[in-house]
């Protein structure tokens, strides 16, 4: 089990950027995955970004070109530049770790992080 730890979430306009940090401790050498989820007021959670142990990056149709998912194994997070954020964007933000441990397979996540774009 991994424990997630997020940051970076706020208030800005629109075209402006944010970057959310997410922190992970515990058995951090379980995980295989990593990324964050947002859910809008009112609409059903969405993947966003998503980074797997080699190192593949993948993302949702409407932030691709505009979000960038990264990670510093050094500290053990995993961050996601936002640029050029639209109203669209605005959503509790949520970091998530699939871990695998002897065969069992866990996706942990954390606490979410408010953004919030104004027009």
């Known amino acids: 089990q991994v424990q997630l730890v997020e940051s970076g979430g706020g208030l800005v306009h629109t075209g402006e950027s944010l970057r959310l940090s997410c922190a992970a401790s515990?058995?951090?050498?379980?995980?295989?995955?990593t990324g964050w989820y947002r859910q809008a007021p009112g609409k059903e959670r969405e993947l966003v970004a998503t980074?797997?142990?080699?190192?593949?990056?993948t993302y949702a149709a409407s932030v691709k070109d505009r979000f960038t998912i990264s990670r510093d194994n050094a500290k053990s997070t995993v961050y996601l530049q936002m640029n050029s954020l639209e109203p669209e964007d605005t959503a509790v933000y949520y970091c998530?770790?699939?871990?695998?441990?002897?065969?069992?397979?866990?996706?942990?996540w954390g606490q979410g992080t408010q953004v919030t774009v104004s027009s």
């Open positions: 998530y770790a699939n871990t695998e441990y002897r065969m069992t397979l866990q996706r942990d």
């Open positions: 980074i797997t142990r080699g190192g593949t990056t």
């Open positions: 515990g058995s951090t050498f379980s995980i295989v995955a």
